[in-house]
């Protein structure tokens, strides 16, 4: 029976390139500080009295969580009622007084933190599966939650960015239930065209094709093969991701 032998010099040998491999993967590593994360770092160092009612979210270049937040919340010892706090992985920075938003821009309203139920970490899965679904690479994501209008629920709009800062596709979808709003998607081809394939115009033509096809006698079997924008109802098929891209219009926009 042959036994291995390896001399503490060949284990050191062997140990070297692995640690060596481990700390370039942590130097390099993208994944940054999560949306709730923040917020408890802001309720650890202020207290929950700062998360209650939140304005707005943002976190910049994330691969796939930013490095950075900036969070603006209601302050009612400030004189506009708003105050911005900015948190990292290393600190929390209370940065006053906020004078984004009023008296020139009146704030969308008011989400409630309590609300708060799909993080960053779980909306940028959802973003992955919408993008693959269009076919759309990026390269990172910028992240804002902010209120659904005229009321407390958070959403997100997460927008798929290019390297150069060049805006590929946002979705935007409920912070509470995860319930999808809306996806856009640009199709950058030659020349500076570009198509829009946006899911509240598309989807309302394809309810209404839909509509056209029961009033039919018969139902699917009966579909006029024809669209109303005369294309054949074939090229439906032909899109697995259901966005419409065939029905997208293709406008003419500067060359990146």
């Known amino acids: 029976m042959k036994i ?25 590593d993208p994944l940054g500080l999560s949306a ?25 270049k994330g691969q796939s969580q930013p490095r950075e937040w900036t969070v603006v919340v209601n302050d009612e010892r400030s004189q506009l009622r708003l105050r911005s706090v900015r948190v990292s992985i290393e600190k929390t920075i209370n940065e006053g007084e906020s004078t984004k938003f009023y008296p020139n821009n009146l704030p969308t309203g008011f989400a409630s933190s309590d609300k708060i139920k799909i993080d960053s970490t779980k909306a940028f899965q959802v973003l992955i599966k919408e993008a693959r679904a269009a076919k759309i690479g990026f390269d990172y994501v910028d992240y804002k939650l902010r209120s659904l209008e005229f009321g407390d629920e958070p959403i997100w709009v997460l927008s798929a960015m290019k390297g150069k800062g060049i805006l590929l596709g946002q ?3 409920s912070a509470y239930d995860a319930n999808l709003f809306r996806t856009v998607w640009y199709y950058r081809g030659d020349r500076g065209y570009i198509k829009v394939v946006d899911s509240a115009l598309d989807g309302i033509k394809k309810n209404q094709l839909n509509d056209e096809a029961l009033s039919v006698p018969g ?10 924008t005369g294309k054949s109802s074939q090229s439906d098929q032909s899109n697995p991701s259901g966005l419409g891209t065939e029905e997208a219009e293709v406008k003419p926009i500067r060359p990146n």
């Open 4 to 28: 291995l032998n390896i001399y503490p010099k060949q284990i050191l040998l062997l140990i070297f390139p692995l640690f060596l491999t481990f700390s370039s993967a942590q130097e390099d």
């Open 171 to 173: 979705v935007v979808m």
């Open 36 to 60: 709730n994360a923040a917020l408890q770092k802001i309720q650890a160092q202020y207290g929950q009295y700062f998360a209650d009612k939140i304005v707005e979210i943002r976190g910049f």
């Open 219 to 228: 139902g699917d079997n009966q579909v006029s093969p024809k669209t109303n």
